[in-house]
Structure formats: C-alpha cells, structure tokens
C-alpha cells in the first residue's frame, strides 16, 4: 500500500519568514495530493491540492510543488503570519484502482509562527 | 450545505459501555471515512464506504470496534465494550468522485473520553 513520510515533525519560523513542508510517498500511481490545516481543536481542512499532470500549483501566500519523477511534494508558506501556525498534513491518493477515493496522510507537522 | 455532521461532540462514559458515534455525511457525497486521532498515533483511517458499501476496514483496531453505513446519509461507529485506550478524537469525513479524486470534508469531530 501507499506510505506518506513528512517532514519535518515540528517547524518554528519567525513571523514573515518562509516555510517549507515535504512529503514523499511510494506508490508511482498515487496522482492526487491534496494538503490540510488543522487548527487546534478543530477539524482538518483542505489548503490547497495537486493533481499529477501539474508541477506547481499557487494560492496567493500557499504554493505546493510536486515533483512526479522523484515522489515528492513540498508546501510553501510565504510571509507567516501568527495565524499559520497549525498542524498541517500532507495526503496521497490514486484515482484508478480498488482504492479510488482514498487517502494516505503523512503524520503531520507542527508549525508555530512566532510574533 | 451543513457540511459533515456528527454527533455527540464530546462523550465521557466509563469503561465497559457501549459508545456510539454517529455521522451525517454531505449530500451527494458518495465516499465516507472514520478516522481517529490521538497524539501517539496521529490520524488513523479506520473504515471507509463507497456508495455505502464497506471498502477497507483494514485500520478498525479489534471486534470491538464496528460501523454501518444503512444509507447515503447516515453512519455510526461503534465501540462495544469501551476501553480507556479507545479516547480520542474520532472525526467523520466525506468526499465525492469527481473528475478525479476530491478532497474529503472533515465533519468537526467527537472527543471521547472513556474513564
């Protein structure tokens, strides 16, 4: 089956700095990737996605790249703000198998965005 | 739309008891997931229907655990008997297929608490 690694576990950035998040996974099928924030104490929610055929996706300060060949993907965060820091978890899924709709998550990182 | 609903946002019971959750998930949505949350293990797929169907059950930890899906718009996870191990957050999401897979919609979760 599919396995998401990310990284890194935890992330502390000064407020306006940049940060970057990267995930990898194993299945060459896996086509879609879609990103979540989780505030604490409230429910995972979509930022921003990838679908395989596009290398580089942007949402004003949120970017994802992803990088078929080598089986990875990494989320960038410009200019933090305070209001960034939350957990965010990276997902892989494919779209033509047994397992159509499915996810496999990454364990989540950790960002904290100083003041 | 309402989004993912669930029911009760927060149940306490003492070991041994039967718990129920229960799940609304957004009309048209055709894929529905259970997951729990802990911090040891982080967010764990448990089960999840197609169309109502069970597809992969492969993460429901024990027979203590079990879930129905009797129609589009209605599931409930079941933990009979209850262990204190079993507290976490259990969070219900649904997605749809579209072109390509969509991203799951997280319902705001139940914080069960087993004493």
């Known amino acids: 089956g599919e396995n998401v690694e990310q990284h890194p576990s935890t992330l502390s950035v000064q407020e306006g700095d940049s940060a970057v998040i990267k995930c990898t996974y194993s299945d060459s099928a896996s086509n879609y990737f879609p990103w979540y924030k989780q505030e604490l104490g409230k429910r995972p929610q979509l930022i921003i996605d990838?679908?395989?055929?596009?290398g580089e996706k942007k949402d004003q300060r949120i970017a994802v790249t992803l990088n078929k060949t080598a089986k990875h993907f990494s989320l960038h965060i410009t200019e933090t703000q305070p209001e960034d820091s939350a957990v965010y978890f990276c997902?892989?899924?494919?779209?033509?198998?047994?397992?159509?709709?499915?996810?496999?998550f990454g364990d989540g990182t950790t960002l904290t965005v100083k003041p | 739309d309402a989004g993912v609903i669930q029911s009760p946002r927060h149940e306490v019971t003492e070991m041994g008891q039967e718990v129920t959750l229960r799940c609304k998930p957004i009309s048209g949505h055709d894929y529905l997931f259970w997951y729990r949350q802990t911090m040891m293990r982080g967010l764990e797929l448990l089960i999840y229907?197609?169309?109502?169907?069970?597809?992969?059950d492969s993460g429901m930890p024990e027979d203590r655990f079990s879930a129905k899906m009797p129609n589009a718009s209605f599931s409930t996870l079941k933990i009979q008997p209850s262990e204190p191990r079993d507290s976490a957050v259990y969070f219900c999401?649904?997605?749809?297929?579209?072109?390509?897979?969509?991203?799951?919609?997280f319902g705001d979760g139940t914080r069960l608490s087993i004493l």
């Open positions: 999401a649904s997605s749809f297929r579209g072109v390509g897979n969509q991203p799951q919609h």
């Open positions: 229907f197609n169309n109502n169907v069970p597809i992969d």
């Open positions: 990838i679908r395989s055929n596009v």
């Open positions: 997902a892989a899924s494919e779209e033509d198998n047994t397992n159509a709709g499915k996810s496999t």
